[in-house]
């Protein structure tokens, strides 16, 4: 007797076939794979940029707004011990508009106490020149704003003072007076052999690809600041 062994079911071959034709990927598959991944890294880049370029732009903000309060502390630390003495010469407050094409550009120079000592364990502060000074940027568009100091009173302003920059981007410093009536934008004690009751300085910053911003702070001269007058006797400063 012969034996018939099972006939394999064609849809068994069928099915085989099948899988073994779908196992991989085509070319086009592939090249649309890799097209969708391109769209998606070229969407994280520009979210990645965007981020970025944000977080630069808070960190010069804060960078900016950092730079402004320590100066404003500076001149603020020098402002209490201005003074000046109407039988000295050598100690004035004088303050003047500059201005250019488009900026006003402002100077300030005057005598102080300060914290300066020209000695070791001496008793009080030494009587130095102070000027704020608009100049140009050296390695930079734009203008800076310096901190003058010098304690040869007799030599200041005459001969070369290194300049200690303070701000950058600076696009205009106005400073303003105020004489216990009203604000002026000009003071020389020399003539009225006074300083100012209040100082108010103005510093517009500009920086590249971004808008002007300006800073304002009021700095106050205590009136325990005194000024001898020719007959001996003594005047709160800023008061007639």
Not at 104 to 117: G, W
Not at 197 to 221: G, Q, W
Request: hydrophobic share 40%; proline share 5%; glycine share 6%.
């Amino acid at each position: 007797m012969i034996k018939m062994g099972r006939r394999p079911s064609p849809w068994l071959f069928s099915e085989t076939d099948h899988l073994s034709e779908d196992d991989g990927f085509t070319l086009l598959e592939v090249l649309v794979a890799f097209f969708i991944l391109t769209i998606l890294l070229g969407l994280l880049y520009e979210s990645v940029k965007s981020t970025a370029s944000l977080s630069h732009r808070i960190r010069e903000k804060n960078r900016t707004d950092a730079s402004i309060e320590l100066a404003f502390m500076k001149i603020r630390q020098e402002m209490i011990s201005v003074y000046i003495n109407t039988n000295d010469p050598l100690t004035y407050f004088i303050g003047s508009p500059q201005y250019s094409a488009e900026n006003e550009h402002d100077t300030l120079l005057f005598t102080t106490l300060a914290q300066t000592r020209l000695m070791q364990n001496a008793p009080v502060s030494h009587l130095e020149g102070i000027q704020y000074i608009v100049l140009p940027e050296k390695q930079r568009h734009g203008y800076l704003l310096a901190h003058e100091q010098d304690t040869n009173l007799f030599s200041f302003g005459t001969q070369a003072v290194v300049a200690d920059p303070l701000l950058h981007h600076i696009k205009s410093f106005r400073v303003l007076y105020f004489d216990g009536h009203q604000w002026t934008n000009q003071w020389n004690s020399l003539q009225s052999h006074l300083v100012p009751l209040m100082v108010k300085m103005e510093i517009s910053v500009k920086r590249k690809h971004e808008a002007v911003k300006t800073f304002t702070d009021v700095f106050p001269i205590p009136v325990s600041t005194l000024n001898q007058n020719g007959s001996g006797g003594t005047t709160s400063g800023g008061f007639p």
